[in-house]
């Protein structure tokens, strides 16, 4: 009986997950703007992200000298950057090793932050997908986290893209005009 309850608890929590990200996806994004460094944001969330990592899974940084400011709403943006790292730690988990870099760099009139792994990389037909709301390769995703992160950076007037080089790694960039 109580193998029965953890499970449907379980699933309520997975049903209750799921309409979260629909609700978020469905609803305009209103955004609170500050005057950020860039570099402070990364360096204050790097942290926290690497509670309960996997042994043999590292994220680092590679921060711009330079300072970087940026336009952004605290709260959302580590919304996006989380869940880059998240996604690029699940992709090592089966690999028990590998790092993931969260990098800076000014790109003329705009700042740009890389999360980048060094795991197995993402097919090209998976590639042409990433940002297709509820699109997924995972046993229990919603296939929102992309697409809702994708709003979140347009909605900052910038842009998330994807490289990925099987075997090799892959680099999600966001960019956001410089303030």
């Known amino acids: 009986m109580r193998e029965k309850a953890r499970i449907i608890s379980q699933e309520v929590n997975k049903l209750e997950r799921l309409l979260r990200h629909i609700t978020d996806f469905s609803k305009p994004i209103k955004l609170r703007y500050e005057v950020c460094s860039i570099n402070d944001f990364l360096t204050e969330l790097i942290p926290r992200t690497q509670v309960g990592l996997a042994k043999g899974i590292h994220i680092k940084t590679a921060l711009h000298p330079t300072p970087l400011q940026v336009r952004m709403d605290v709260?959302?943006?580590?919304?996006?950057?989380?869940?880059?790292?998240?996604?690029?730690?699940?992709?090592?988990?089966?690999?028990?090793?590998?790092?993931?870099?969260?990098?800076?760099?000014?790109?003329?009139?705009?700042?740009?932050?890389?999360?980048?792994?060094?795991?197995?990389?993402?097919?090209a037909v998976v590639l042409d997908n990433i940002f297709t709301p509820f699109f997924t390769t995972k046993k229990h995703g919603t296939g929102l986290g992309l697409a809702i992160s994708r709003n979140i950076v347009i909605e900052h007037h910038g842009d998330l893209s994807c490289a990925s080089t099987p075997e090799h790694g892959t680099t999600f960039t966001i960019t956001f005009p410089a303030h």
Not at 80 to 89: F, K, S, Y
Not at 94 to 122: A, F, K, M, N, Y
């Open 75 to 123: 709260e959302r943006l580590e919304q996006v950057v989380v869940n880059l790292i998240r996604n690029a730690v699940e992709a090592l988990e089966p690999l028990s090793s590998g790092t993931v870099t969260v990098s800076t760099r000014p790109r003329g009139e705009q700042v740009e932050i890389l999360v980048t792994d060094d795991g197995p990389g993402i097919p």
